[in-house]
């Protein structure tokens, strides 16, 4: 007879695995590293190369604060921003969904740990909160799938962005290539799918037994009371105890003189 916590081992494994791609996924959102974009023109960008991400676009340069220092140059921008273009503020909001999602289908799969652990055998219960953490999580692997492989297109073909004179952009580099987070996000994209499929998949056995048995303990003089599944108390000893008890006490009043007879008196 199977028993049922032993039936979510592969389950665990797949949420802290998809515990890991949501950690990711989280990361991939903050990252600058979107795209790496190689400027010719080294008088104000002077690393000659410069970060775009969902959120901001930095660089290196030591003109624009002081000769003397070389320090991180960034500017934000928003979806109220006209320049942006449309896969950028679309992969801000699916990176966003992805993360909530990602969330909430962690706190549906810890209810049905809960209720598989816990022993509250609600089988129905156990079968929603698994199917809800796996089709929330295979949602974020979806969303970042669509933003990080939106953005990689535009790497891929060289698209531009016309960034506002203060940004100190040029509107096309020379060359770019994908950066950190396109790796991360997919990465991220892998692991939540993996964990969804493996909720989805999980069944309840046609059988199932509780770990956990009432102990029975007997002694000769004292009586040992046990619990079962029930609730209900059993004893196995009481009347054994209370019939030696009646023994020896007959016997006590059969050899004492004081309670024998006295019509000899």
Known sequence: MAYLADTANLQIAAFWLGTVGWILSAIATGLIEWRVWYIPDNSVITSGMAWVGIWRVCFFSDQLVSSEYRVMFCQSFSVLDSFVPVEVYVAQALMIVAIMSGAAGKVASICAFRSIFFGLMDVRLIRIAFSLGGTLYMFASVCV????????????????????????????????????????????????MFSGIVFLTYRLPHSRQVKVFPTYHSTESLDCVSVGS????????????????????????????????????
């Not at 990080?148 to 952009?169: E, R």
């Open 145 to 192: 799938v669509v933003a990080v492989g939106w953005n990689l297109n535009s790497v891929a073909t060289n698209q531009s962005i016309a960034f506002p004179a203060s940004y100190y952009m040029p509107a096309s580099p020379s060359s770019q290539e994908p950066g950190a987070a396109i790796g991360v996000g997919l990465t991220s994209s892998i692991l939540l």
């Open 230 to 265: 029930s609730g209900t108390f059993y004893s196995r000893s009481l009347a054994s105890a209370g019939s030696a008890r009646r023994s020896a006490t007959l016997a006590y009043e059969r050899d004492n003189p004081a309670f024998q007879s006295h019509e000899h008196l």
